[in-house]
């Protein structure tokens, strides 16, 4: 018994030095980062814990106010409004978490390419980067969901597209910065190659703050997930995502506000805890200047 | 120098509109199935398709096409919208000037009311008037536009009954998309103007102007926010695009025509013609912005100026 309580102690003692750990120091990081966690299990383990059947119509119930036993209220095909903002939960997160993660694979290689090897091929990169930079990411999502159709894969790399131009940019500046530093002047002269170069010495010290660029930008990926779901070129039903929901909220708003009001609420509240958990994290790592710098 | 600095910068547009426009002109070509399946009547002959084919061009090479689709844009001729069934031109007339005001008193509404609150919160020092301005930007940048323009019509339309829930009739309706809009533009411009004001007061000459015994007011007015004004810019001219962006989602939210509002039932109902009439013109809007931007930086910074030459 000791000893397990122990090593749970010096588990969490080591995970409290660690950065993540550091982030969750101050009280906002321990209530957004809580939150997170809990969204997360939320969203992991969503059908152990909604009362209902997400997709399951009760039509004599339809426009339920909040109360029992639908704590949130009904929508207008009486299904569960907590119900569908729980498994929303698992569709906002999956969808900005893999194109945020695609976006970060697609613009580290351009970013750290670009950087590296410099000249005309880094003009070429940056001028399109910058082009898409002045672009409101709604409407480069836009432009790209005209492409290839509405849906949930289409809102993915949607997302994706939108900000790519941010972390080339942001990865760009790191190689750039990192490129004038002794160490990398160093292990050039003894002759390493580009790729040893490139993969072992310039991107490992790079990969910090596109990581937690990354988590913001899954933030402003929710939002725009639910964005596109709200003008119905995202999840398309029954699958329920918050963007749809409200989306179908708005015929009956002045019927059963709650339907757009909860999942509206959940958005935000999540998008704030990223950012304010980012902020956390930005502060613990001491990486401000090397974000703004990009 | 100035002009020879905007010539430059209008110089450096062409490139970027042809690349703008091949991507827009890209998205009809991309799309699977064949636009011809759509247009042809059933039981048609195989002769009457090629034909059909040849009328819209179709049987060209792909470039050929894309000089024939631009060089009828700059003739006014957007072509003509499937579902509507009118010129993709007169839908975009008629729909512009909404936008465009929208547009333009949102971003007079955060200059003006971003600016009065950094300033205010600049001189005061005091650190709740500094909490506030955080938390409005927090909720401006974070909370979704739609959302945000919901809440309001639920709570200043249905429950106060002060502003119309939707439409485009009379200054009461562009109270509430204004202020949507503007919230976050708000707090933005707040935040730049405060951080400014407090950096150029650091400056020994603002330290000499005190000591020359000039009043407080005189040097903010006459010297503080001249410098602070610059970055202030920089931010507003960024936000043109913003502001746009955000105008799509609002007009659709308010059920206001206006650009947006058309884009997004053109996507809805696939209407390719006015999805491309519309996205050219918000990405034309999108760099007329930030070409303002740069040339009202660059009149105010020589050292811009210099740099970008």
Redesign the interface.
Known sequence: MTSITGTAARALAGFGSTSIGRAFGSWLGKIAGGFLVLLLLTAIFAPWITPFDYAAQDLTNGNAPPGWPHLLGTDQFGRDVLSRVIYGARTSLSVSATAIAISITVGMTLGAAAGYIGGMFERAVMTVVDLTWSFPDILIALIFVAIIGPGLTSTTFAIAIAYLAQFTRLTRAQIVRLKRETFIEATVNLGAKPRHILLRHLLPNAITPVIVVGMLAIGDGIVLEATLGFFGLGAQPPTPSWGAMMSSGTAQLFLSPWVIIFPGVVVAVTVIAVNLFGDELIRALDIKDRIRGA | MLLRYTFFRVLMLI??SI??SV??F??VH???GDPIDNLIRVGSSPDDRTALIAKYGLDQPLFVQYFRWIGAMFQGDFGEAIVLRRPVADLIAQNLPYSLQLGALAFLFSSIVGITLGTISATTRSAWVEQIVRGFI??G???????LA??M??FFA?QLQWFPVSGAKGWQSLVLPVLTIGVGGVALVARVTRVALLDVRKEDFVTLLHAKGLPSRTILTGHLMPHAMLPVVTILA?RI??I???A??VE??FGRPGLGSL??RA??QRD?PV?QGC?LM??LA??LG?LIGDVAQAAMDPRVREAKT
Do not use: D, K, N, R
């Open positions: 490139p970027v690349a703008i991507v827009i890209m998205i991309l799309l699977p927090l909720i940048s974070t909370v979704p536009g739609f959302w919901l809440l019509i639920l249905v960024l695009g913003w746009l962006g955000g799509v989602t659709f939210v884009l997004i996507l809805g390719y999805v996205l918000l990405a999108v760099m930030t």
